[in-house]
């Protein structure tokens, strides 16, 4: 108990540093100098409106969040009339589940401020060199990355001090993921919409460039990057962050020697965020200047810390297993072997993308085909990768006695997040550099400048493919714990309810069981194709809102009239905040159908259902919108043609239906699975009291 | 034992009853006329093409069939050169399996001789009106429904009647699936590869109709008509009956009370083909003479005629049991049920088609985005179905004893191919008459016959989407039962080789099982891209050849002189050869080396990842597939602008894409799956001696 008060006080310590670090960098970035006219205004409007969204999101979210938190008040962790009850319990989760919705929303929030400070402050320092204008990128990023770790790691520490009991924390991260959930489809629909509808008009249609100021839908593309990628992305993380966290806890809890184990979740989380600390601390932009390079050799840099450092803490406290060191580190080697494997499907100096590229010039249809048959065979590698890493850390685990073997999935699962900190610099450096690029070319910075910024944003587009199939990898694994967790709710139920049959596992040959897996499967298809549906939707709205304005507005052809970009940024706010609750109410309701009908059984084969038809599908969206994405920019660097041939026309056709593929569904996939998870944990007593064939 | 003979009696008589009234349909279709010289020279060319496909596929197949003929001698039921082992069953399974493979062989050549002698007469029928053509296409379709019904039920009765060891008859029906397998998928790259180069270089670049004979992949199209959509989907239907037949009495023979349950499958297949004799002998075209109302109330008929048999049946005969009858009932009703729903995403009347088209109107992109989102949907109300059904099947049959609810899951897919005999007629008509129309076309018969035959290939079209709907629900509940018959496979194997611990399901919080399901879940996602991949590169081959052939054949434009028909053949015959074998291979040696590491459970758990995955593709596929083709045909009608509209070019695009998805990819996903499970089966004995984790 005295060690896990030390690793408490030692995360909250943490936790101040990357708080600290993280301030020292937003001030840095602070103080980078803009001066050109044209940037300051653009930049304005795009954090006005980015601002905009983000206080009509939340408002929508906390009315959410108000509502569920007075359900968890009333019913969880058991209904609170009951006699018996304890009702700080009731409270208790309340609460947690609320700070979980807070400090993702703080998160999101502070990184956009970042976001929208440093995207006009990097497209400035370009024009000195591609150098400053990387670290800036980079530094503006990190600090989102160092605050969702930072949050993530003092909400858990935080709440597992006052409350001393782990299965609170499941409150606390449903708390983060269902916030995550409406953010990351909220932030998804607005950034494609934006983003599908000026490509269409732009690049299509009238032959003009990407972020060129005459369309009107040029802002609004700029402030999706921020609430979509930026502010989405940060919420998805730290959702799977708190989840692979609260779910080693939860399991952690169960075992023999205790607090030895819960310990260990916490140092491996205190290291894993000082190596991304130290990986943030020492990325440059190296002699030969390629900012993929330099991105992808800090994540290395931080791998190799984060395994070394954690080796140096197994052998130091007493309690510590190599074993479990073990399967941590087989967790993150696998990760990184995704994120590999996902390179080399969109990444364009590999030759898949050059084929779909190749086949772009026979048409549309080709790029289509050829794009889906890649991005499902992609798939492969990253499920054969979770597979082995969940048998790998079961075995290695196993003998360490009963429930341990679970215990090593979840810290795989750790393990592969321990870096996150790192992976959302990354990710977050994305939206960044697209934005510096639009505004370089609407602040008219020259071609030089331009090139630079294309340059730093292209390398954004690879290293987001592969921090998202590490994400994506990393709720896989994180499900499968949380599956384990919701057996042993069951059996709490089961045991609180004073019966005597326990579950001890799910086999498909169940009908119950395999009834839910079947149904869990169809959910994360439905799923994104409401959010497709969402974009689809809404980009046909702003299409006919651009069209409307160029046969409208006199002098916008010729750039002598400003078009109308608030309209644009109006359709994708209100469109966006429409169709950001049902796809994720469907999921939470499918959950509590499949639960009254077939009981926990069906309820446990939902789960796998969800688990394994998610994965499929969120690897395939993300994979193959990177594929398409990339296919389009190697032509338009000059192959196949190059831009206006034919070729080109159809990878821009190829890119505008990866878009919502690889940006709204497939990484809002990650969430839903996790918060189909959590709901299923929580409800688990009611589960056990009524169903109609449990 | 004495019924048992009965009704195997009873069905070589039905078999011999169904063989001579399609002798007698052949007959009469053979006797309509054909004058038009134009006509008959086109109908020969496709004659030939097809024949010359169907040899050289055939011959590539009959070596393969060889080599794992030869491999069955060897090591099934047990290796041949173990002491104690009895040759004579190593021989019975070896023949079993050439005996499948030929029937379906047999099946697919006769119904391509009748598919061929059909579309001439129909086309020139047409001329007299829609009544007369409607009727040969339909007796046609049927010639080849009566077969396949036929052929599985002799195969499977004498087999039985023979060997006497029910489990035999998996090498039997793992024939029949495997000549499925190679079958549908190089019919199935053929047919696509030349539709999609047709349509991209006639109705696109070149904007020629449909079936222009300018076009030199002209012929090849309809060639393929014949060797996808008529022998290949013979022989996926062939081996979804013979694999829900044969799992059915796998399990019916470790039931107390054997004889009487294989008496009743034997029972409810005989009935099934006696209710489709009477269906297609009554079905006419109506006063109103809408062809798919006639096309789909003969399908309920049969159903209504089949259920108030077997009603009959379970009155009249000792041991048959209600309960038998119900879950038999439920898979029929959830059959038409899932068909039904299917219908409502892609029939033309429904509003799901028509948005499709509206979104059509503002590019490619959207008709794709939208297309795939709906799809998606369309995938739930059959996964609920077959859900449904399996769990009410069990539920209805459990209280019969240990066995019987398994049992009951395969009655429910027996009882929903009850009447594969009328949905294969159905089937096959469609590709006849889309033969017919393009002989109007070609042989110069006018408008209002050109008007006709559009008229029976677009019912062809939306009654197809409810037979896929249908067949892959079937595959569905097969499979589960197949699942069931794998396990019962490896406790038969256990014992055997003197183990005590029987396996009694497979749990999924059982790494070893969860390692199957990942990568069972990735399999039928890269089996579909590397059939789409197929099509893709054949397709681009055979464009490059048509460029080519309009670029240096002076007058071919003009239409005053002939293409290169053959040249287009050999390319699309050349390439579907080569693509055939690698796909299917790659599953059954994804299947080896997943027994190989994670032994019998592992496998379990690949079967059940494959099933649920399969299942959520197939459908989709299938689905979009349907829906884009009939998008553009609604586009086609004069609907968003009509031909040549900015709509009718993004719908063909969407066509495009949906051609190998619908055709190709989608509907061999479900002989996929079945042959997986076979082999899983088939091997199981080697999984329990060795694997590495197992």
Redo the contacts between chains.
Sequence with gaps: MEQLSLFLGISVLTAAVAFAFAAYLYLWVKKQSTVNEKIIEVSALIKQGANTFMRREYKILAMFAAVIAVLIFLFLPSPVWKTGNEITANIGMALSYILGTALSAVAGKIGIVVATLSNSRAAEAAQKGIKPAFLIGFRGGAVMGLLVVGCSLLGVATVLWIVGDASILLGFSFGASSLALFAKAGGGIFTKTAD?SAD?TGK?ELGIPEDDPRNPAVISDNVGDNVGDVAGMGADLFDSNVAAMSSALVIAQSLTGTWANTSMVFCYAILGLLASIIGIATARLGKNGNPTNALNSSTYVTTAIFLLLTAGATALFDGFSWRIWGASSVGLLVGVIIGLATDYFTDDSKPIVKKVAR?SA?????T???G??????S??PA??G???S??AA??ICEPMGEGY??FG?SMAAVGMLSIVGMIISNDAYGPIVDNSRGLAEMGELGEETIRIADELDSAGNTVKAVTKGFSIGAA?LTV?SL??AF?SEVNEAIKAAGGTELI????????????????G??IP??F???L??G??KN??RM?AEIHRQFNSIAGLREGTVKPEYDKCIDIATTGALKELIPAGLMSIIATVIVGFI?GPSAV??FL??NI??G??LAL?MSNSGGLWDNSKKYVEAGNEDGKGSKAHKAAV?GD??GD?FKDTAGPSINTQITVVSLVASLLSSLFVAFSI?G
Excluded: R
């Design positions: 599908v269409i299509v086949a026979s048409g549309p249809a080709f289509i085909l050829s889906v048959a890649y991005g499902f065979i798939a492969l499920m054969v979770i597979a082995v969940a048998l079961y075995k073997a679970l999935i896989g499968i599956l384990g057996m001890t596992g799910f086999d498909i040959m169940n009908p119950t069981v395999f009834f839910g897996i079947l149904i499967a169809a298809a439905v994104s194709a409401m497709i549906l974009v689809d980009a046909q299409v077939g446990g084969g796998l259902g394994v038809s994965l499929l395939f056709i505008t239906v919502p064939f």
